[in-house]
C-alpha cells in the first residue's frame, strides 16, 4: 500500500501563488504514476497534473500555463507549484497514485482564492 499526505492548501488572493506538496510512504516502489485532481464543490474531481516513474508530465488542457507538477525523489515527495491563481481554482486538492496493484489517494488539502 502507498499512504499519501498532502500540505500547501490554504486562503490567497488571486493572482497569487501557492505549492502544494505530497509525501508518499510505503510501497512507492510500486508507484507508476503520480498526479494531482481537484474538487470542487458541486463539480466532478478532474485531472490537474500527472507524472510518470520516468520524469513525463502530462497536463490537460490550459493547466500547464499556470500549475507545474515535479516530484523530489530523494524526499519521496510530490509538488504542484500553482501561479495567478483564480478564484475558479478554488477547490479541494488530492494527491493521487496508481500502482499495479490499485489506485491510492490522500486526504485532500483546501485551496481557496479569494477576489
Known amino acids: 500500500q502507498v499512504q499519501l499526505v498532502e500540505s500547501g492548501g490554504g486562503l490567497v488572493q488571486a493572482g497569487g501563488s501557492l505549492r502544494l506538496s505530497c509525501a508518499a510512504s510505503?510501497?512507492?516502489?510500486?508507484?507508476?504514476?503520480m498526479g494531482w485532481y481537484r474538487q470542487a464543490p458541486g463539480k466532478q474531481r478532474e485531472l490537474v497534473a500527472r507524472?510518470?516513474?520516468?520524469?513525463?508530465?502530462q497536463y490537460p488542457g490550459s493547466m500547464k500555463e499556470r500549475f507545474i507538477i515535479s516530484r523530489d525523489n530523494a524526499k519521496n515527495t510530490m509538488y504542484l507549484q500553482m501561479n495567478s491563481l483564480r478564484p475558479e481554482d478554488t477547490a479541494v486538492y488530492y494527491c493521487n497514485s496508481d500502482t499495479d496493484t490499485g489506485r491510492y489517494w490522500g486526504q485532500g488539502t483546501q485551496v481557496t482564492v479569494s477576489s
Open positions: 510505503g510501497s512507492i516502489f510500486s508507484i507508476n504514476r
Open positions: 507524472i510518470i516513474s520516468d520524469g513525463t508530465t
